[in-house]
């Protein structure tokens, strides 16, 4: 599907090379066939050095040569990136915004009529392959422009469609969870710490015990309060945790936590 397919990505920050590294080791697009625009020249040395891919500070250039757009750059500077290369941009282009708040309709009013736009909700996962992200089509994208897209997430991990009325709740969860993870990974070793375990051990058993169960949910056909019921005999240790943190009320916090970054996505959307 994404063969002969030449691909500009206008942002070499994070998600920018995540998608590039994934898109070259999974030998899904050739590095020759991939180019990279920013402004830091020392970021694009390192990316040309790194992935032997192409890199320019010319983003209309860039546009002009490519059959899919990925732009990576931070939602504050779209409307000046789309003003730029808007010239460059066609019907005959698939533009992919991977940008948090940043709705199709927005690009498409910036852009020329029916360009075909899709936008992406990815997460830092990526970097190992086992990112998730959320995929929404706008108004002038075809059926094959969806494929084309889930084709190129599904190189760094798993993809999935949704209505874009849902990619502010999407942010909320996957966009920002893994920091939320993060987080509890480093209770995991603090409490490690605190009961005599040395910080390297804590942190190899608090992360592989994570990536453990997330694979078991994945991987079994029994909800996650089933497999939860699994480990707790009553009366036992995890029954003991469990109560802690219930009383703490976690499922409350969690839950208060994605909401506010759900509102924070929407406020990104409206300017604020």
Not at 55 to 76: C, E, F, M, R
Not at 92 to 99: G, M, Y
């Amino acid at each position: 599907m994404l063969k002969d397919k030449k691909i500009a990505i206008i942002g070499g920050g994070k998600m920018g090379s995540i998608i590039a590294q994934g898109l070259i080791t999974h030998k899904i697009v050739p590095a020759a066939d991939i180019i990279v625009t920013d402004i830091d020249t020392a970021r694009l040395d390192f990316l040309r050095s790194s992935l032997k891919l192409k890199v320019s500070h010319d983003n209309v250039k860039a546009v002009k040569g490519a059959d899919i757009i990925i732009l990576a750059v931070k939602p504050q500077n779209m409307a000046a990136t789309l003003k730029e290369i808007s010239s460059s941009v066609n019907k005959s282009k698939v533009i992919i915004s991977i940008a948090a708040g940043i709705t199709t309709n927005f690009i498409e009013k910036l852009m020329n009529k029916g360009v075909r736009v899709v936008r992406v909700m990815p997460n830092t996962p990526a970097l190992v392959g086992e990112g998730a992200a959320a995929v929404a089509a706008g108004s002038g994208a075809k059926a094959n422009d969806i494929k084309l897209t889930r084709a190129i997430f599904n190189a760094v991990g798993i993809s999935v469609e949704v209505k874009e009325k849902l990619m502010d709740a999407v942010t909320g969860l996957s966009g920002s969870g893994p920091a939320y993870f993060f987080l509890i990974i480093e209770a995991l070793i603090d409490a490690g710490l605190k009961t005599g375990l040395s910080r390297a051990l804590a942190k190899q058993l608090a992360a592989q015990t994570m990536l453990g169960a997330a694979r078991l949910c994945i991987q079994s056909d029994k909800e996650p309060v089933q497999l939860r019921e699994m480990v707790t005999s009553p009366g036992g240790t995890t029954a003991a945790g469990l109560k802690v943190m219930e009383e703490k009320n976690i499922r409350a916090i969690i839950v208060a936590a994605v909401e506010a970054a759900t509102r924070r996505s929407k406020e990104l959307a409206s300017g604020k």
